[in-house]
């Protein structure tokens, strides 16, 4: 159940070493929360979090001292087979595919077949990107659809059921065809401003595909899956005969199974990649070589460092970027496709890890898990933090519990506020499922509260004189009583 592969950047080869279980065994027991209550600190269960958060299966690869020092899976890959996951079991990577595929563009430009700030209808030949004044003004190029910044619409997809009628890629940025997603076009000046945006990425590999005249997946699989290690993975929507017994099944928030396991998606760059862990690992560590400048590596140390310049928003090209103050640390990505989410991390000093799950519930056990992984590996981030905190009173639980709701892109987020225990009980119609607050403190005429996984908010007054929840940098405005 344990592998081992531990790559030595220094001298760029690869050796096999034996796993540790107890390492992994401690490290299943030290699972915690962003936040701990002082005087209450505590660890969880691998296997008991996954119960309680309704996550079926958990894969994990840690990274330190610059090599993968261990991967393990948790659970199961299916639960109506009830076949137990390894670690090497397949999880769609969703949007960490994104980061692999500007490393294949990056290894393109090094080779002279591709440069970053080439207007990207120069490239593109079956279709042409829509021009306006704002593209008239600012072409858009590579480096803008890589890191962000070109303006391009379609955050992202939601995938096809297993057997559809499948649009091609220029279907898919045309909005044509048998495409779920409307055409990507150009809204604001390309460099001046930062929206994520899957549909820019499904340009780009449009552009490639026109350019080289092979599918993407193909592109991608040669030029950067094998070579950087990543044995069990594959760029593909269609997946290979022999993968098919590999593959974890999503799992919705209610538990039910994704029809057929998982839905397909045609926009390979963004979001098709089928790997593990350990794959992702070797993906970073080979990154790494790179930006250390190892002889060997797959992209220049140039290419490496402009990957991970910050541009706008937190990113770079391909990567996000982790950063303190301006000095950047390491890189990072997060996974969400139908039924799966995912998360890799990588800090320059050799440290990080790699968490994949088969459920739309993953993100809150991958929090704790990286919090595990940060104290046990002595992270400079993500280490739980010690908060004060005290009860709610009475008249605080009076006061406070009630709906808020503020304006977003043109639908209402809701916030409903009920009390719990010593504190609150949060849910929200933005993704927030039902959640504990505790009140840190209060200053200044603002209560502070923060949930456990991480997240924070508080309450005020506004210039009306109107109590207000501060939350994810909106004012949300407490709505009459129903």
């Known amino acids: 159940m344990f592998k081992i592969l531990a790559s030595v ?4 080869f690869t050796e096999v070493a034996v796993a540790d279980e107890q390492e992994v065994q401690k490290f299943e ?5 962003t936040f701990q209550l002082k005087g209450r600190t505590q660890t969880f269960n691998m296997l008991e979090r996954m119960h309680v958060h309704g996550v079926p299966a958990v894969s994990v690869a840690i990274i330190d001292d610059g090599k993968i020092a261990w991967s393990h899976a948790w659970g199961v890959s299916d639960t109506a087979s009830g076949k137990q996951a390894t670690e090497h079991t397949l999880f769609q990577a969703a949007s960490i595919s994104k980061p692999v595929s500007a490393f294949a563009v990056m290894q393109m430009v090094d080779k002279g077949e591709l440069r970053l700030d080439t207007p990207i209808n120069d490239y593109l030949k079956s279709w042409q990107l829509p021009e ?11 480096k803008h659809l890589l890191s962000h910044t070109a303006g391009t619409t379609v955050h992202g997809f939601p995938g096809y059921p297993l057997g559809a009628e499948y ?3 220029k279907d898919v940025v045309a909005g044509a065809g048998t495409a779920n997603t409307g055409a990507v076009i150009v809204d604001f000046e390309p460099g001046t401003n930062w929206r994520y945006s899957g549909g820019g990425y499904t340009v780009m590999q449009l552009a490639l595909e026109d350019r080289a005249g092979v599918w993407f997946p193909e592109i991608v699989n040669k030029l950067t899956v094998k070579p950087a290690g990543m044995n069990e993975s594959f760029f593909d929507f269609i997946v290979p005969e022999n993968k098919k017994a590999l593959l974890a099944s999503g799992h919705l928030p209610n538990g039910e199974i994704v029809k057929d396991g998982y839905v397909v ?19 970073s560590l080979e990154m790494m070589k790179a930006w250390n400048g190892v002889e060997g590596a797959l992209i220049t140390q140039k290419s490496a460092k402009e990957m991970l310049t910050h541009i706008k928003g937190g990113y770079g090209l391909g990567f996000s970027l982790e950063m303190e103050g301006d000095e950047i640390i390491g890189f990072k990505h997060g996974g969400s496709n139908v039924g799966f989410r995912a998360y890799m991390i990588t800090l320059l000093e050799g440290k990080g890890a790699v968490v994949m799950t088969n459920s739309d519930n993953g ?4 929090e704790e898990i990286l919090s595990a992984a940060a104290n046990t590996y002595d992270w400079p981030i993500y280490q739980s933090e010690v908060k004060d905190w005290r009860p709610a009173t009475k008249e605080e639980k009076v006061r406070f519990t009630g709906s808020y709701a503020f304006e977003f ?9 009920t009390t719990e225990g010593e504190g609150f009980l949060v849910e929200s119609s933005g993704n927030l499922s039902p959640t504990q607050f505790f009140i840190e403190g209060h200053e200044k005429g603002e209560t502070y509260l923060f949930a456990q996984m991480g997240m924070e908010f508080s309450f005020s007054k506004n210039e009306a004189g109107e109590l207000v929840m501060k939350v994810w940098g909106n004012q949300a405005k407490r709505l009459p009583a129903q």
């Open 363 to 366: 993100m809150k056990i991958i």
């Open 9 to 12: 950047l220094a001298l760029g």
């Open 265 to 283: 998606h045609p926009e390979s760059a963004a979001a098709s990649l089928w790997t593990t862990p350990n794959d992702i690992a070797a993906f």
């Open 29 to 33: 027991n030290a699972l915690a929360p």
């Open 409 to 417: 892109q043109g639908r209402e987020i809701r916030f409903n506020v």
């Open 132 to 142: 306006n004044k704002l593209t008239e003004k600012t072409p858009v190029t590579l």
């Open 167 to 169: 649009p091609s890629t």
